[in-house]
């Protein structure tokens, strides 16, 4: 199956999904495009704006995953209101999930934090995420019980330990706390990815039977 995995960060969701796939990775940070390729070498990276790559090559793919920036969108943003220069959510969010609903013929998940606003679209709530699909996700999706966010050094330790990946690799300007707490959970990506394709290989055998 050829796959586009979008705002690809290091991989979080991608880790479990094997090397059986064709897989497009896109992220805009050059040094975490690096990282992502030392830890997929047989993926097919891209530094470029995944905004304008998905509209310009989603035809391409069977399936495609965007996991677009979620900071204007989440409740920390909302808490912090009267302490920081708020912004505008960034509505990209939606632009990709109205044009993949509308126009790509695979199947897709837009994945981003819990709002602090009630979504726009209609959505699928599960654990600390919202999904919007194309298809039914399992409500229990196997998420682990991720780290407490603080503002020690000790988070980025537990966040290691989590994920089992040191993160004190990179060497860009983000912030290696937000890296982490960005990274969507392995097991929920191999989950989504196996009913996606469950439910491929039913309209395949459904489609044969009809031909017969």
Not at 23 to 39: K, S
Not at 107 to 127: A, C, D, F, T, W
Request: aromatic share 16%; with cysteine; proline share 4%.
């Amino acid at each position: 199956m050829k796959i586009l995995n979008l705002y690809a960060c290091l991989g979080g969701n991608r880790y479990k999904w094997g090397d059986e796939h064709e897989i497009t990775a896109v992220e805009w940070d050059e040094e975490l495009a690096r990282m992502y390729q030392e830890r997929f070498p047989n993926d097919n990276v891209i530094v470029a704006d995944a905004h304008q790559y998905l509209l310009d090559h989603y035809k391409e793919f069977d399936f495609i995953w965007s996991s677009p920036p979620c900071p204007t969108h989440s409740t920390f943003q909302f808490s912090m209101k009267n302490k920081r220069k708020m912004q505008y959510p960034d509505m990209k969010l939606y632009e990709e999930i109205i044009f993949l609903d509308n126009f790509f013929n695979g199947k897709y998940v837009v994945e981003n934090v819990i709002s602090y606003y009630k979504p726009l679209i209609q959505h699928k709530k599960r654990g600390r995420h919202f999904y919007w699909t194309n298809f039914f996700i399992p409500h229990e999706l196997n998420e682990r019980k991720a780290p407490t966010m603080t503002r020690n050094k000790n988070e980025l330790l537990k966040w290691i330990d989590f994920y089992n990946y040191d993160f004190n690799k990179y060497r860009g300007q983000q912030d290696k706390r937000r890296l982490a707490r960005n990274m969507v959970d392995y097991n929920v990506g191999k989950t989504i990815l196996d009913t996606a394709m469950g439910i491929n290989k039913k309209m395949n055998i459904e489609q044969v039977s009809l031909l017969e």
